[in-house]
């Protein structure tokens, strides 16, 4: 079936170390997201890619890292830089930028320890 | 940063009755949509109404939209208990999709 797959569902990291958070699709899709959700929040755009080899900063880029080499791809590191990374991390994918339909990952928790 | 806001925060109601709730948003947009997500899991599409429409309907679902209010409304009819998550709005203001903070709905049977 079609769909995207995050993995691990869940991780827990030490302070100081980097983490990466994975995000499979098979729907053909070109445009990928990844967003941060925190307790009783909405979503939060960390990084969103178009086409491969090619990713734009969201609203909270900061301390996180991506990238697209293929289109079913788009891993997201969270470096030590993060200073609160504990949180629901959501991968979506649309099949363009901004035209319709967002389909999500089951989403990965981070806890920092 | 955020463009929908959600109101109520939080609504309790019994099975069988309508639930309602409400999107503001500030700025322009093609469309806008509303999630479903359910504790711990991803968000999962419910529907999406175009800047031109003012009325959407899917089953028990109806969204209405007020461009000129910068507001929509989503409509949950006879609810049952598994409609029990938190709803989200999103807008698309041709820059990116942006959520609102959510209505977290209880359905009690």
């Known amino acids: 079936d079609g769909g995207i797959t995050q993995s691990p569902k869940y991780l827990f990291r030490k302070e100081g170390q980097n983490v990466t958070l994975s995000c499979e699709q098979n729907?053909?899709?070109?445009?990928m997201y990844w967003y941060r959700q925190d307790p009783g929040q909405g979503l939060r755009l960390i990084y969103y890619?178009?086409?491969?080899?090619?990713?734009q900063k969201g609203d909270i880029a900061e301390g996180y890292s991506v990238s697209r080499e293929k289109k079913e791809s788009f891993p997201l590191t969270v470096t030590s830089a993060q200073k609160n990374p504990t949180a629901f991390y959501l991968c979506?994918?649309?099949?363009?930028?901004?035209?319709?339909?967002?389909?999500f990952g089951e989403g990965s928790r981070l806890t920092v320890l | 940063s955020q463009q929908g806001e959600e109101d109520p925060q939080a609504l309790s109601i019994q099975e069988g009755e309508n639930a309602t709730m409400n999107c503001s948003y500030k700025?322009?947009?093609?469309?806008l949509q509303w999630y479903r997500q359910n504790s711990g899991r991803g968000l999962v599409h419910l529907i999406l109404i175009r800047s031109n429409e003012r009325e959407k309907h899917s089953g028990r679902l109806r969204v209405t939209l007020d461009t000129s209010k910068k507001s929509s409304s989503l409509l949950i009819t006879a609810s049952r208990a598994a409609d029990t998550a938190s709803y989200f709005c999103a807008t698309d203001d041709n820059n990116d999709m942006r959520f609102g903070a959510g209505t977290r709905l209880t359905v009690k049977p």
């Open positions: 700025t322009s947009i093609n469309n």
């Open positions: 729907l053909n899709h070109d445009a």
């Open positions: 979506a994918s649309s099949s363009h930028r901004n035209t319709g339909e967002l389909f």
């Open positions: 890619s178009q086409i491969v080899n090619d990713f």
